[in-house]
């Protein structure tokens, strides 16, 4: 049969036979899967060079935002927002606002600490701690409370605001006080109660301080 | 004679009754290569070196010129047959026509029966067949045994048709008239005289008859021509032919043959008398090593050979059994040969596109690699700072965040202070913050979620609400219009000193409309009874004065 048809023939289509199957077979064992490794790489060496560039844009941002906000964080350090609170400094602390304010009497009581979660604070590997004040003020004048007031928040490291302030007249101007006065006695025309909240922010962890106990100077 | 591309360069095997003779394909024209004859002991052996050593294996066409060729005009008519039908009907009346001829063929006709009253359109058919002789089935065993290709097998009456209309058209220099007929008259080397009469182009009437030598006696030759000329015409006359039709006599043969033909002939006819080589020129063929001008065979041979396809191919068993095979190798040939220019042009594609995706890579590389270096020069600036900016950012955010929610409550109380008149004086004040509604509908809203892991919108507003209430008593011997007078007084005040706060009275002395408990004590609780019928209250809410001046001063 073969020499019917020709052995030139059949050798030919032999060839072309071979030369498909290897280019079929190349095609299915080499490029396909070298194409697709080669695709996985780009395509994984694309989004590591994207990665870095959002790492290299937010460096200079961050350096462009450091370098505005350098003071204002400098200053936040300075004034102990950062630091651990430290409860006996607080004591003599408010013991001085007590006598530069006249008080007739003060009692203050800084209750244990709680850990507030914050998600900037979080981010910073930090959390918020928070310690109730209790204070129970006496004063001749209104205008002591606010001295105290005003004293104990810009004095205290950290940051300080009002949760509950309760202020009462206890009692009128009359020739009786005004005899106390001057005979030297503290009598008390105005009271009020106050319950401020201290915070600070402080290292994860350094949390060890999670139930801290309450101080009454 | 040019070479054509659709044509491959052939060698034709002349078969005739006495010899074989072998025309090789060379460059674009033939030549007589070999004749030999049928009872040549070496014939087998002589003819397969010749075809592949001079004609160098080219493909193999049989031109049968024997004796013995057998032809019918059919007319078939055209009604009742469809298009898909007519073949196997035709095939099937050749059949009957020639039943012991194992060769056949049939060829449509230029004259057609018109449609007449009497009988339906017809078409004319020339049937053509041939038998399966020993010489044949001892050439095609040569060309098989050879392995050659054996290409067809014609018959050079039918296929010389067309070249006696078209050499008659370069002769008479114009288009024959259809009904004209012509008569090439031309001797072959080792066969007879063969004569093919044509009318409008397809075959009329052919014979072979034996002739003397012609290189002898010319006068001799052309009586012998004369005498087969005149036989030829009396069967062309009872096929119809009239003298007023017109009539061309084509002889090849040498010059002084011809002039004595001329003389001799005696018919009314347009004569010519014409060398192969003169023929050869005008058919547009070439013919190689002519050693004489005389012989037609050659010429038939050259027209054959440059004919890309066959007038009428005869179908021969012993091919078909070869070709068919070859058919189907030559089909696989040419799908493996697209197959594998379609996969090689794949393969590009893919080479290209690695090539390309592998460029990407150095490049996106190269890039990233710049990248890395621009972010550790980066690196090394923010650690000149000597901070973690992580902790700068958020703990100013934190910072800020407790600013916001701060309750200014010393810029509240000196608000308070100016509003009040000089004869006024507050009896309490409470301040405590107020939760914010827009918050906890914020923080109902993504219930279930971890507070810590909530991060408020950026335009979210941190204001610090708060709610104050201030206590004012009047002595119970004062005048009640009057003393409300002086609160609602006191409140458009506040209002104006806190203009985005809602400041509202909430209770009047002698007010029962409020809220609050009454004592009823019969047991001597008039005191507190009238204490609280003289207490006046207002109430504060809003979030941090803005703009307000937070100095002492204000607060004394």
Not at chain 1, 10 to 23: C, S
Not at chain 2, 362 to 383: C, F, N, P
Request: net charge negative; proline share 4%.
């Amino acid at each position: 049969m073969i020499e019917d048809i020709g052995t030139k023939r059949v050798l030919i289509l032999l060839l072309l036979i071979v030369v498909n199957v290897t280019i079929f077979v190349s095609l299915g064992s080499y490029f396909k899967p070298e194409i697709r490794g080669a695709k996985t790489r780009l395509s994984a060496l694309k989004e590591e060079a994207s990665q870095q560039l959002q790492d290299l844009e937010q460096a200079r941002l961050e350096i462009e935002q450091l370098d505005q906000t350098i003071e204002s964080f400098n200053g936040l350090k300075e004034q102990g927002f950062l630091d651990n609170q430290d409860r006996r400094n607080a004591s003599d602390l408010l013991q001085r606002i007590e006598k530069i304010t006249n008080m007739v009497s003060a009692r203050a009581q800084i209750q244990s600490a709680q850990f507030e979660d914050d998600i900037h604070a979080s981010k910073a590997g930090h959390h918020i701690m928070a310690s109730p004040i209790k204070l129970d003020l006496q004063a001749l004048d209104d205008v002591d409370i606010y001295r105290y007031l005003y004293f104990v928040e810009n004095s205290l490291p950290g940051h300080v605001s009002i949760d509950k302030f309760s202020m009462i007249r206890d009692g009128d101007v009359t020739a009786e006080l005004l005899r106390a006065v001057s005979s030297g006695d503290d009598p008390a025309l105005v009271s009020a109660e106050l319950t401020l909240i201290w915070r600070t922010m402080i290292p994860i962890e350094e949390d060890g301080s999670d139930n801290e106990e309450g101080y009454t100077p | 004679m040019a070479i054509s591309l659709f044509s491959q360069q052939k060698n034709i095997l002349m078969l005739s009754d006495d010899a074989l003779s072998i025309f090789v394909g060379q460059g674009a024209g033939v030549k007589l290569a070999k004749t030999i004859e049928w009872t040549d002991p070496d014939f087998e052996f002589i003819v397969g070196k010749t075809i592949n050593d001079e004609g160098k294996g080219k493909p193999v066409v049989i031109l049968n010129d024997m004796l013995e060729q057998h032809y019918r005009k059919e007319k078939i008519t055209r009604a009742g047959v469809g298009m898909m039908d007519r073949n196997s009907m035709i095939r099937r009346k050749l059949m009957a026509a020639f039943p012991s001829y194992p060769m056949r063929a049939f060829l449509p006709l230029k004259d057609k029966g018109a449609k007449t009253k009497t009988g339906a359109a017809a078409d004319t058919y020339l049937f053509a067949a041939i038998p399966d002789s020993g010489v044949f089935k001892q050439t095609v065993d040569v060309v098989q045994k050879g392995g050659l290709n054996l290409t067809g097998t014609h018959l050079l009456p039918v296929e010389a048709s067309d070249m006696v209309q078209q050499l008659a058209g370069k002769l008479l220099k114009k288009k024959p008239s259809p009904k004209s007929w012509t008569i090439f008259i031309g001797q072959h080397r080792h066969g007879g005289l063969r004569q093919i009469v044509t009318r409008n182009g397809d075959l009329a009437l052919t014979r072979m008859t034996p002739m003397h030598d012609m290189n002898g006696d010319p006068a001799h030759w052309a009586r012998e021509v004369v005498q087969e000329f005149k036989a030829t015409m009396s069967y062309v006359s009872r096929f119809g032919y009239e003298p007023m039709d017109g009539l061309n006599v084509i002889v090849v043969c040498d010059d002084e043959s011809g002039v004595e033909l001329e003389q001799t002939i005696g018919a009314e006819s347009d004569f010519f008398a014409i060398s192969v080589s003169d023929a050869s020129k005008m058919l547009g063929l070439k013919i190689d090593d002519l050693d004489q001008e005389n012989y037609a065979d050659v010429l038939h041979a050259a027209w054959v050979a440059g004919r890309p396809r066959a007038k009428l191919p005869m179908r021969v068993q012993e091919i078909d059994r070869v070709e068919r095979p070859r058919a189907v190798i030559a089909f696989l040939t040419v799908l493996f040969l697209c197959s594998g220019g379609y996969l090689a042009y794949q393969a590009m594609g893919e080479f290209s596109e690695l090539r390309e995706v592998q460029s990407n890579i150095s490049k996106v590389a190269i890039r990233k690699a710049r990248l890395t270096q621009e972010y550790e020069v980066e690196l090394e600036r923010i650690k000149e700072f000597g901070v973690d900016f992580a902790l700068v950012q958020n703990s100013l955010r934190v910072k800020d965040m407790l600013d916001k929610q701060h309750v200014d409550s010393l810029s509240l109380f000196s608000a308070i202070a100016k509003a009040l008149d000089g004869n006024m004086t507050i009896d309490s004040i409470t301040l405590e913050p107020k939760k914010d509604d827009k918050l906890e509908a914020f923080l109902s809203s993504v219930e279930g979620m971890e507070l810590p892991l909530i991060d408020l919108p950026d335009d979210f507003r941190y204001d610090a609400l708060y709610r104050a209430m201030l206590k004012i008593s009047y002595p119970t011997t004062a005048n009640v219009d009057r003393a409300n007078r002086e609160i609602r007084q006191f409140s458009e005040r506040l209002q104006k000193e806190l203009p985005d706060h809602l400041i509202k009275v909430e209770k009047y002395i002698k007010d029962y409309a409020y809220t609050e408990n009454v004592v009823i004590d019969s047991a001597g609780g008039d005191e507190d009874k009238l204490a609280q019928d003289f207490m006046a209250q207002i109430l504060i809410e809003g979030a941090n004065p803005q703009a307000q001046p937070s100095d002492e001063e204000g607060v004394q």
